[in-house]
């Protein structure tokens, strides 16, 4: 007989998460980066939690918060744990922000897109030592510790160019808000996230988290970037270029079209069943080492409101 593991010693520490930001309701393509970050918490018998990315205040939309919960809920994608809010969390970041720069970390930059042009595109670390007033200026932090390279589960080896690994980035925004960059990181630290899946437009950018967990003394979580669902090669699918919100009261055509485009092809006796047997049978056949590895794959919408996708780009 084979042994017996209890589901707490088999669910290790697996802990997974889909973070949205709350700028539209979900379409197409962030339920193929919630689909798979939650497929591969079950795989791993792990914890799914869903973080609000509610911190960039302009982007916001009101009530798409709770309308993206309701569509992952019609969705039977069912998150363990209370949902966090990070525009609740201001303290936690601010007091991180605090840490790093009593460390020396940070400094102000007055730096606009403008100059940033003039000189050249990219910020060449220009404000480090120019002992510029916090008053009204962006912050960036001193990057003590570049990552060049880094190894993705799906996407295999990344390398970034040097420029872009030695930047010092901006960790608060000229406008006071905290940094994608800066927060992603605090939250994954604080929520104990073992593996990112997410789509592979934040293939880049995870060059910087992974130096921030090494710079705040963590190790890294896990990364596995998922194929980008783009309406056009370079365009990913979004409300500027129409990507509908995706339909709650009848979820099945929607869910088993990106259970597709994750190289999961429902049978065609199981596409007008329930959602949840739907996704059982999605818990049973996924595996993160079958899903697609290219970094974007084109789709088009039908007349029917869903999506083919034939067209690989790169
Ligand atoms: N909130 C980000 C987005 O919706 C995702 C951040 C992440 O998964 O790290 O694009
Ligand atoms: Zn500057």
């Known amino acids: 007989m084979l042994p017996q593991f209890n589901s707490d010693y088999l669910s290790g520490s697996y802990r997974g998460r889909f973070a949205p930001s709350p700028s539209g309701a979900l379409h197409f393509g962030s339920l193929i980066a919630a689909l798979a970050s939650y497929l591969d918490a079950k795989a791993n018998l792990g914890q799914w939690l869903v973080r609000m990315e509610d911190i960039d205040t302009p982007r916001i939309v009101p009530g798409a918060a709770d309308e993206i919960l309701r569509t992952l ?15 609740q969390r201001h303290a936690l970041y601010q007091d991180i922000l605090a840490q790093l720069n009593k460390a020396g970390l940070t400094y102000p930059c007055s730096c606009t897109r403008k100059t940033l042009k003039q000189r050249g595109g990219f910020y060449d670390n220009h404000c480090r030592d120019r002992q510029i007033a916090p008053e009204g200026n962006a912050h960036r932090l001193i990057q003590t510790q570049p990552v060049y390279s880094f190894d993705d589960l799906l996407q295999g080896q990344v390398n970034l ?13 000229r406008d006071g808000l905290f940094a994608y960059q800066l927060v992603v ?57 129409h990507a509908p919100a995706i339909d709650t009261t009848k979820p099945q055509p929607a869910l088993c079209a990106a259970l597709g485009f994750l190289g999961l092809p429902v049978p065609t006796e199981l596409h007008h069943d329930s959602v949840s047997n739907i996704l059982h049978w999605a818990e049973q056949h996924f595996s993160l080492r079958a899903l697609p590895r290219h970094r974007e794959i084109q789709v088009s919408l039908q007349a029917d409101g869903c999506y083919d996708f034939t067209g690989l780009t790169a």
């Open 73 to 87: 809920e019609a969705y039977g994608l069912h998150w363990d744990g209370e949902v966090v809010y990070q525009s």
């Open 161 to 173: 160019p040097a420029s872009l690994a030695e930047e010092d980035y901006i960790v608060k925004r």
């Open 185 to 241: 990181v605090v939250d994954d630290i604080e929520q104990k996230i073992t593996r990112v899946v997410r789509g592979a437009d934040l293939l880049e950018p995870t060059a910087r988290q992974i130096s921030l967990f090494n710079q705040l003394g963590y190790q890294a979580p896990e990364y596995a970037h998922v194929s980008l669902a783009v309406a056009q090669p370079g365009f990913k699918l979004s409300k500027q270029n």
